[in-house]
């Protein structure tokens, strides 16, 4: 089973905390339309006859694209790999792109998960964030995608800086309004070279408060949780039946095929970076090469890979599988690390796998470093 994820690198303006690859210029739009296409068809051997059960288009903002520009690289990922009978396909969207007409329209392709870019149901965060849309249409797009879409996913942002619990709270309770069964948070991070850590460098903008954002992460876990859905990774929550098949399959550590400028991929043994920058991208894969550069992973580079995913998700870690893929000393590592952990009530041994508690769970990417083996190699 694989999953291949495309990238569209253009949005409609800068938000002010990302740190993804887009331009705002859609210049180059038809080019690397064909450039993606051209990327499916160069790397259409590398899955080898392997099933499709995944179509992921991230970005970006893939609703910038047309229907028909979305249905050719559908229609080229049919014509290059096998896909499954039964395939997720999912379009990463933004409110301000899902008029009624366009998400009638989009009924009309294989597109069967939309994950809306929400954020917030308030307008001043939207506008601190600098997203293109506003409150009102954040909610009219739900409106109408529930009607014609079940498998629905919602992204908000928690500790933006103004943001009051009550107000979280709010955002909350109108996502649950909409009867949709996958909601995606995210803590607002300063990423460096970002217009957020500029305005609040300058002063401009308050600093995040680790505090309140961590609140606001517990205030979300046992209100979703209360709801029926499961808190199945850190920052996904789900009804059952409605997780994301395409970031499950990644936190598996199942392969995956990357395409389009700053994609990743992954094939078991070696991970991908297609060039972050859509020119040379696009001459590239009119060139007929392919712009990526690999990294073979050590055994110590996937133990701390799976250390980290493990600690993130509601399977945690297998002790027996570290032993088995990673050996004893691995194993005996992994524990002895673990321990001041499991006296902190920060993480705890269940049937052979190792979790972090509710307590653990917010600080549980700073737990797994801790327990990441040195690559002395
Ligand atoms: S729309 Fe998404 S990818 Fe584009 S700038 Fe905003 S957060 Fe980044």
Known sequence: MSGIYIHIPFCKQACHYCDFHFSTSLKKRDEMVGALAKELELRKDEFNGVTI???????????????????????????????????????????????????????????????????????????????????????????????????????????????????????????????????????????????????IKKGIIDDVNDEKAQEQFYILKETLENKGFVHYELSNFGKEGFFSRNNSAYWQGKSYIGIGPSAHSFNGKQRGWNVRNNSKYIKAIQNGELPIELETLTKTDRYNEYVMIGLRTMWGISIAKVEKDFGTVFKDYLLEHANAYINQHLLYIDEEHLRVTKKGQFLSDGIASELFKLNLS
Request: proline share 4%; net charge negative; glycine share 4%.
């Open 53 to 199: 059960e995944t179509i992921y288009f991230g970005g970006g903002t893939p609703s910038v694209l047309s229907i028909k520009e979305l249905q050719f690289l559908i229609e080229s990922v049919y014509k290059n790999y096998k896909v499954s009978d039964n395939p997720e396909i999912t379009l990463e969207a933004n409110p301000d792109d899902l008029s009624p007409e366009r998400i009638q329209n989009l009924t009309h392709t294989q597109i069967n998960r939309l994950s809306i870019g929400i954020q917030s149901f308030f307008d001043e965060d939207l506008k601190l964030m600098n997203r293109a849309h506003n409150s009102e249409e954040a909610k009219n797009c739900l409106l109408v995608a529930t009607q014609h879409f079940d498998n629905i996913s919602v992204d908000l942002i928690y500790g933006i800086q103004n943001a009051t619990n009550t107000q979280w709270i709010q955002n909350i309770e109108t996502a649950l309004s909409y009867n949709i069964p996958h909601i995606s948070c995210y803590a607002l991070t300063v990423e460096p070279n970002t217009a957020l850590a500029s305005f």
